[in-house]
């Protein structure tokens, strides 16, 4: 059984910095692709960062240069690194995997399809204020 964990969340002023973390289990975590989502209230769930099995990694046109998503194959343990933190960054965090393959459709906004991953996370809360 997939389980994802997120972990990291929290409050932060607007320029801060978090780290989020997501602790997978149960299924061949280095086989298939990872990815970061947030969903703010009222908002569609959108994809932040993604990173495939060969480490290869795509962005949301918002994070680029600021968010950096890596993970550690040994610890089947995902990140993403978010610095240069605004208010409109808020949101609810979600860790997910795809769904049995090592590719992922890309979204509106350059950042992974929410419907190429099938297990999520619970998810984490940022919020970042000005």
């Known amino acids: 059984q997939v389980q994802l964990v997120e972990s990291g969340g929290g409050s932060v002023q607007s320029g801060g910095s978090l780290r989020l973390s997501c602790a997978a289990s149960?299924?061949?975590?280095?086989?298939?692709?990872m990815g970061w989502f947030r969903q703010a209230p009222g908002k569609e769930r959108e994809g932040v960062a993604a990173i495939d099995s060969d480490g290869s990694t795509r962005y949301a046109d918002s994070v680029k240069g600021r968010f950096t998503i890596s993970q550690e194959k040994a610890k089947n343990t995902l990140y993403l690194q978010m610095n240069s933190l605004k208010p409109e960054d808020t949101a609810m965090y979600y860790c997910?995997?795809?769904?049995?393959?090592?590719?992922?459709?890309?979204?509106?906004?350059?950042?992974?399809?929410?419907?190429?991953?099938?297990?999520w996370g619970q998810g984490t809360q940022v919020t970042v204020s000005s």
């Open positions: 997910a995997a795809s769904a049995g393959r090592n590719w992922y459709a890309l979204g509106p906004r350059g950042g992974p399809h929410p419907a190429s991953f099938g297990h």
């Open positions: 149960g299924y061949a975590y280095s086989r298939y692709c």
